[in-house]
């Protein structure tokens, strides 16, 4: 059991890391929109990869 | 067209009228729409290439309107640096920063369809949508692009921006939810890793473990405690030091003396290697205590945000009026007796007089009155109040702190300080539980000092923990956060935490007839022609001479005419009605008294028997027809009526509008207790007197003129579509719109007043049983904090079962 006295500091430096992970992102602004980022996963920008309807030739951009 | 199968415009949803044929092909297929706006904006989305938004969104758009030139040199302004001081941040060289209100935002896809819009402007650095306060943050290059082609690029896709000044409030508010969301982080990091500790430690009691190895976990877990101890559980160490100071005892004194106790006892029995610990219950607690009042400030800022959206009703800019001609100035710049030019359609920048012109003005979001005012010169204006027909010239009498508008602001302010009286009811009884608790304990620890010293500490910390009010404390706000997010799924936004409670108490409901009961737009009803005239001709002729009027008649008109006639020449008499010509007859439509004078001396049509009060359609022969508009009233809107009544509430109706109106819909609803020509003064005397008598008042309304009474009443209710001041004093919001939430809100709100009860009943049995026989030392340390996280546990799982 001696690893023990090993293992729990390196979990303590873990979770240093991830209090400083959680810190960083809530100062990015990541907890600003709680509900936005559900709903835009679902609508990903990856459509014009799929090739376009012909009447749509068109389109300038 | 087939008049039997109406379609419905495919990008905003509203009625197609007969006879308009708008189209977009959207997936490869024709849909129809409704208006040019709607036509011009669904093709800037299908020809953006983003067609996906219409299979993504959820709700209908907003009707689309083109800009016309005058609103896009209005735009032009916000380019001017001086302007631009009080809401652009300059960064490093020409790139620059704005913060967005976005109207229009119905659904997600809205917030794609707008990022993805935005930021392929070529000069756009970055463009995001915040969706749950409806905000954008913008950051452009100056050089590439203005921000006028940046909103004007917004509006081409149906929505509206408005630059503003994030301001203070909302800066304190980042702040405070930082704050919040660090703490929070901080505590659940520890509370996962010291429960991870007290397993292993629990398991050891069993099955025997190593002494050292005993005591290093307890020393980590002490360690690790600190952080929450120092940190995260700050605002409850402060608000009890504040408390006491002023000799009072609220719910954070018991909450600290739990948490610094049981931290101090465990502390001890760490260092000095015997006894309990209880890391794992100071690390939860504080964990659960802090999420709960985080999701409490969430709602509370919300409430904070719409009131600040106020200052959306002022115009940033007016046209002032000097010896060298129109100039266009910031509206801060005004000063009291400067003269001002109002065009149709712009919003009245502060107080005053108008000195030349005659037109009408909308001032229902002051007033709640929805049909436009009369205003001549000499009359007075009242600033963010829209005018409607004709250029008017006004003097400004007053500015800023002084208008009308920043005084109801402030009433309100004040109505909602006021308020939380009601709320502070269950922290006073509390209060006296939490004063007797201390008292027994010293008591407890007294005796026990003089008779058995050795177990005096341990059993004063069984008392302690035993009796913490932690159930009771958690009683009320487990039961009402899951009926909140019961009711939030339902669209029934709770913004104040007693709103629930009173709710479920509320002997009377009261109805504020403008846009709660009714749809809140004029339909036309029918026409009664006088002589040998074709019905749908009049209305047609109507139709077009309303053709391009803004007039709320008009669009009812419009919406049910085929646009087949032409109508020419039209002048429009601001509160009289419009004159055109049609198939080269000469009409007039509007009051009785405009339309008879068109009528020639010689003329020998017969008039109608009665005079005729509505608005009527006649030419030089004399009155051809009579038409009838009324507002709908809402789907579902009797059942809910019905519903409320089988639930023990009266329903009242307090409306401003007239008598025959106000009858017509209470009787249709079956509503018995209604009262017409309202001013605000009467509601608000109205609901008092209800008070006076021991009613219990739940009010719904939805206009800015509510805005005292619905702070006066002890619950109130706004429509979703309302304005945002009632959202911001409104105890809870129907963003449904849909009536029926209206008695399953009251339903859930009674469910809620029992489980509270019962909670609050179980908190206080296992308290009075559990008191004796810690204070006699038969329950150690360890079984009290057992005791103490079980009837927690017992409370919020009762609470969970509203969640369904």
Redesign the interface.
Known sequence: MDILFLLIPISLIIMGIAVWVFLWAIRSGQFDDLEGPAHRILMDDDDPLIPRRPQLKDDDD | MDMSAQPDCFHCGLPVPPGARYEV?ID?QAQPMCCPGCQAVASAI????MG?FYR?RTGKSVRGRELVPAELDELALYNRDDLQQSFVQRKAGEQREAALILEGIV???C??LNE?HVK?LPGVLDFS?????HRAHVSWDNQRIKLSDILAAINAIGYHAHPFDPGRQEAIYARE??RA??RL??AG??MV?VMM?AVALYAGDYDGM?AT?RH??RV?SL??TLPVMLYAAQPFFVSAWRDLKRRQTGMDVPVSLAIGGAFAASAWSTLTGSGEIYFDSVTMFTFFLLAGRFLEMGARHRAGQAAEELIKLLPVTAARLDDSGEQRVPVADLVPGDRVLVRPGESIAADGRVIEGCSSVDESLLTGESAPQQRQPGDLLVGGTVNNESPLVMEIEQVGEATVLSAIVRLLDRAQTEKPEVARLADRVARWFVLALLILATAVAWWWWKHDPQHAFAITLSVLVVTCPCALSLATPAALTAATGALTRLGVLTTRGHALETLARSTHVIFDKTGTLTEGRLRYQGVEVFGDVEPDRCLEIAAALEASSEHPIAAALRAEAACALRAESLTATPGCGIEGTVDGQIYRLGIPDFVTALRSPESELAGPAQAPTGVVLGNEQGLLAQFEFADRVREQAAEAVAELKQLGVTVELLSGDEAGVVRRIAGQLGIEHFQSRCRPEDKLARVQALQAQGAVVAMVGDGVNDAPVLAAAQVSLAMGGGTQLAHASADMVLLSEHLPHLPAAVRTARRTRAVIRQNLTWALVYNITALPLAATGYIAPWMAALGMSASSLVVVVNALRLRR
């Not at chain 2, 299908?46 to 290439?49: D, E």
């Open positions: 092909e490869g299908i020809s953006g290439g996906e993504y659904c997600a896809a917030v794609w993805r392929a949508v915040n969706y749950s306060t939810k930082t969301l660090r982080a901080v990091v520890v890793q500790l190593d190895l290093f976990l980590v360690l690790l």
